[in-house]
């Protein structure tokens, strides 16, 4: 039986157990609080509250390692475990950064040559920890995440109460990437492992303001209201992402772990979480 200890078993990692518990995987999910525990336990995962329970029993019967705690200073995991995570003899390990290591480049392409630029302090965190997960000597697999969307997290509920703004900011575009496919990518990876870093998108890089205006025609709703990025009320997560234009090439995932999209486009993505709403 192989065995995923799941540190941080949030969205995305969710999304990978529905796919490997069926197929006979074992998988011990960490969170927060012993309610969120509770909640994984309904799923089938082997729960732990951390910070505070002991990971190293569930380190020694792990074979894979997934992580996608968010770091502080430094990453948490590898400053409570490093070296033990180093000593553990892992078939594979995954590391879910984010595509902000890559900063600002004007809305042109960028791939995993593009050298690390962040321009956040999120995005700058992320490339620390990259380096501190590299530094453990692991087969390590970091997955640069787009903007993430999926069931639950996509835009039709703003857009049918009327809270949804087009926020324009000319010439900016997302690279965004659907939760299933983040769980097909990961599981091609560890179905075929091949350790290095890997781009998380759809091929579509598209203007925030293009896909809630998709969304309002498929609910057959008026379009959100237009605001001038200028003018637009924003959270500072939010204001911080439009900080940054780029478009993000996937050709790695495709070439190196053999994925095919489920999700290409916000199209079909939107289209398969309406679908899913009934």
């Avoid at 190293?56 to 390692?65: D, G, I, K, N, T």
């Avoid at 997934?66 to 475990?81: C, F, I, N, R, Y």
């Avoid at 594979?92 to 791939?111: E, F, I």
Wanted: include cysteine; charge should be negative; aromatic fraction near 6%.
């Amino acid at each position: 039986m192989k065995t995923l200890l799941s540190i941080g078993h949030g969205y995305s990692a969710q999304a990978l157990a529905r796919r490997l518990l069926p197929q006979g995987w074992r998988i011990i999910g960490t969170t927060r609080t012993e309610d969120g525990a509770s909640a994984l336990r309904a799923t089938g995962v082997e729960a732990l509250a951390w910070p505070g329970a002991d990971l190293r029993p569930a380190l020694a019967q792990a074979s894979h390692l997934l992580t996608s705690v968010a770091p502080g200073e430094a990453d948490p995991v590898v400053a409570a475990l490093g070296a033990e995570i180093a000593a553990a003899g892992l078939e594979w390990v995954g590391y879910l950064s984010t595509t902000a290591v890559y900063g600002h480049h004007n809305g042109d392409w960028v791939d995993e040559a593009t050298p690390l630029a962040p321009t956040t302090a999120r995005g700058a965190a992320r490339a620390q920890a990259e380096a501190e997960w590299a530094a453990l000597g692991l087969p390590l697999h970091i997955f640069r995440l787009a903007g993430i969307y999926g069931p639950g997290r996509g835009p039709f509920e703003k857009v049918r109460d009327g809270s949804a703004r087009r926020i324009h900011k000319p010439g900016q575009v997302f690279s965004r990437i659907h939760v299933e496919d983040i769980a097909n990518v990961l599981e091609a990876a560890i179905l075929r492992p091949h350790p290095g870093v890997y781009n998380v998108c759809d091929d579509d890089p598209a203007s925030p303001e293009d896909i809630l205006g998709l969304a309002a025609r498929m609910l057959n709703l008026p379009e959100p209201p237009m605001v001038a990025y200028e003018d637009a009320e924003m959270t500072p997560m939010a204001r911080s992402f439009y900080a940054e234009n780029k478009r993000v090439r996937n050709d790695r995932i495709k070439d190196m772990l053999g994925v095919k999209l489920l999700y290409p486009t916000y199209r079909e993505g939107l289209a398969a979480i309406l679908a899913a709403e009934g």
